[in-house]
């Protein structure tokens, strides 16, 4: 399989729609997301704040011009791993037409060469445990299963 010529930005305020859209575009998003037009102002709130934020990176891919990924990235300092800073992976997204096809792949790639020239020493990330195809595609990349996540629904 070729690659697809993808392009890598950062996420700008027009793109918030269509990554919404993107969140929402699977059962788990269908229930998370509240993709309606016009958004809830939350979305446009979260999108200033990570746009703001100089740890926190929202990247899309393109493909001719198309969205057609997306993730969020963050750089955490940490005092743990010597002082090291690590990159967390939130609101992974490939569009349904492009799964499959080496997408995530590439933008793995491309977010960990980011994470590499932040200084960081890791790359973490946490999958749905209702997502198992995704979890395959992480331990293919080769990440580890290495610790048990929890969350506190606030």
Known sequence: MSK??????PAEKGDLESLVALLADDALGQQREHNVHPLPESYLK??????RDDNNLLL???CQGQ??????LTFIPCLTHRGSWRCLVEGVRIASEYRGKGCGEQMFEHAIVRARRQGCAMVQLTSDKQRPDAIRFYEKLGFVASHEGFKLSL
């Open 4 to 9: 697809l010529d993808l392009q890598f930005r």
């Open 46 to 51: 979260a999108f200033e704040a990570i746009e």
């Open 60 to 62: 899309v891919a393109t």
């Open 67 to 72: 969205l057609v990924g997306m993730l969020q």
